[in-house]
């Protein structure tokens, strides 16, 4: 099993540029999660999808969209990228959705590190 | 929203030495999980703690969650270079992980 896998691993835009991050699992895992990480301030959810057909919003969804397109992937979009949205983003799984008071560990991806010039 | 703030930022230790981060909620959290990520890795799981009081071991690991359940800590009794890395808190109520303590050890 490869867990979760991400794509591209590194890339870099251009102020302006669209761009949509990839994230599959091969786990059967209900739930997904998008999340970014910045130098000293840990991570933050951007969405999350409790189960195929649902999004919601995380703590710093502004400048992003995402579709659950089927129970395996879960893809990011950013429409028109900023520098400050220069960071890594890190995808993850879980059998089932963490935010109800369930007690289940999160599967990460490898990250994708993108940079916005 | 709920807080989770962690300390320390950064801590450096000779190899041997114990280690501690702790983690620290502004309300009760349901559960608990910490994850280290390694230099350039991404985060893994490491732990959850459900229990108010609970304490639980991993070799040289000890996780402690707080009898109000609103903190938490992690100690290394006798660290080595692969404890190298940094490790994160996640309270379970929203999602929020805490900034991590990064972790350098010096042979």
């Known amino acids: 099993n490869a867990g979760v896998t991400q794509t591209p691993k590194f890339q870099v835009l251009k102020t302006g540029q669209s761009m949509t991050l990839q994230c599959a699992q091969d786990?059967?895992?209900?739930?997904m999660y998008w999340y970014r990480q910045d130098p000293g301030m840990g991570l933050r959810l951007i969405y999350y999808?409790?189960?195929?057909?649902?999004?919601d919003k995380g703590e710093v969804p502004n400048g992003y969209n995402v579709s659950r397109l089927n129970k395996r992937e879960f893809s990011l979009r950013l429409e028109s990228a900023a520098p400050s949205q220069t960071s890594v983003y890190f995808c993850?799984?879980?059998?089932?959705?963490?935010?109800?008071?369930?007690?289940?560990?999160?599967?990460f991806g490898p990250g994708t590190r993108l940079t916005v010039t | 929203g709920q807080q989770v703030m962690q300390i320390p930022q950064y801590q450096h230790v000779q190899e041997g030495e114990d280690f501690t981060t702790y983690c620290n909620s502004s309300?009760?959290?349901?559960?608990i999980q910490w994850y280290k990520q390694r230099p350039g890795g991404h985060p893994v799981f490491l732990i959850q703690?459900?229990?108010?009081?609970e304490v639980k071991k991993q070799k040289r690991l000890t996780f402690q969650f707080g009898e109000a359940k609103k903190n938490s800590s992690l100690h290394i009794t006798a660290t080595q270079t692969t404890d190298v890395g940094t490790y994160f808190c996640?309270?379970?109520?929203?999602?929020?992980f805490g900034a991590g303590t990064r972790l350098t050890v010096k042979p």
């Open positions: 786990m059967n895992h209900n739930s």
């Open positions: 996640a309270g379970d109520n929203d999602m929020r």
């Open positions: 309300t009760t959290l349901s559960n």
């Open positions: 993850a799984s879980s059998s089932n959705l963490r935010l109800a008071g369930g007690l289940y560990e999160q599967y």
């Open positions: 703690l459900v229990k108010s009081g």
């Open positions: 999808s409790a189960s195929e057909g649902t999004t």
